[in-house]
């Protein structure tokens, strides 16, 4: 028996992300801008298929279409338990942002080389979400520049570690 006053699991906390898929190789590939949270469109069985953890984000990205954001290559395997009404993987689906935030995105993207990928996947409060970047692509040379500034931070911690525990 739980004790009184005793903080339930994360994932049922009001609130609570439950992470479905992320895009870890988004932040190596683009300097993220800007994020935006967007529900997302799906039928049925897409949810059920989430809801078992499936999905890819590797391929995905945002596109601003007639004043609509789509987003193009997210990849929901089909629902195992499904029958003929079962979802196409790879469809379109369409994101639901507010109408300023849309016209503030074409705005951006129209601006600069920037480019809408999506970060992660997740359930908040029942409802599936999309955390959405603006992100502009880095080169092969900011890269090179981003792995050898986190080498060097994880040297120098492993040598402040070394000379805590020599103090001793």
Same mark, same amino acid.
């Given at each position: 028996?739980?004790?009184?006053?005793?903080?339930?699991?994360?994932?049922?906390?009001?609130?609570?992300?439950?992470?479905?898929? @992320? =895009?870890?190789?988004? #932040?190596?590939?683009?300097?993220? *801008?800007?994020?935006?949270?967007?529900?997302?469109? !799906? %039928? /049925?069985?897409?949810?059920?298929?989430?809801?078992?953890?499936?999905?890819?984000?590797?391929?995905?990205?945002?596109?601003?279409?007639?004043?609509?954001?789509?987003?193009?290559?997210?990849?929901?395997?089909?629902?195992?338990?499904?029958?003929? @009404? =079962?979802?196409?993987? #790879?469809?379109?689906?369409?994101? *639901?942002?507010?109408?300023?935030?849309?016209?503030? !995105? %074409? /705005?951006?993207?129209?601006?600069?080389?920037?480019?809408?990928?999506?970060?992660?996947?997740?359930?908040?409060?029942?409802?599936?979400?999309?955390?959405?970047?603006?992100?502009?692509?880095?080169?092969?040379?900011?890269?090179?520049?981003?792995?050898?500034?986190?080498?060097?931070?994880?040297?120098?911690?492993?040598?402040?570690?070394?000379?805590?525990?020599?103090?001793?």
């Amino acid at each position: 028996m739980a004790k009184k006053g005793a903080k339930r699991a994360d994932a049922t906390r009001p609130g609570a992300k439950q992470v479905i898929a @992320t =895009n870890r190789k988004a #932040r190596h590939d683009y300097t993220i *801008l800007d994020t935006y949270e967007a529900g997302i469109a !799906l %039928v /049925g069985t897409e949810v059920k298929s989430l809801r078992a953890g499936q999905a890819s984000l590797t391929d995905a990205f945002a596109t601003v279409d007639d004043g609509e954001v789509w987003l193009r290559n997210l990849h929901i395997p089909e629902y195992h338990h499904g029958t003929w @009404t =079962n979802h196409a993987p #790879r469809r379109n689906r369409k994101l *639901l942002l507010h109408r300023r935030q849309i016209d503030q !995105l %074409v /705005g951006k993207i129209r601006d600069g080389n920037l480019t809408l990928v999506p970060l992660s996947l997740y359930f908040t409060e029942g409802k599936v979400k999309v955390e959405l970047a603006l992100a502009r692509g880095k080169q092969a040379r900011d890269k090179r520049h981003d792995l050898a500034k986190r080498d060097a931070e994880r040297e120098m911690i492993r040598e402040l570690g070394r000379r805590a525990k020599g103090m001793r």
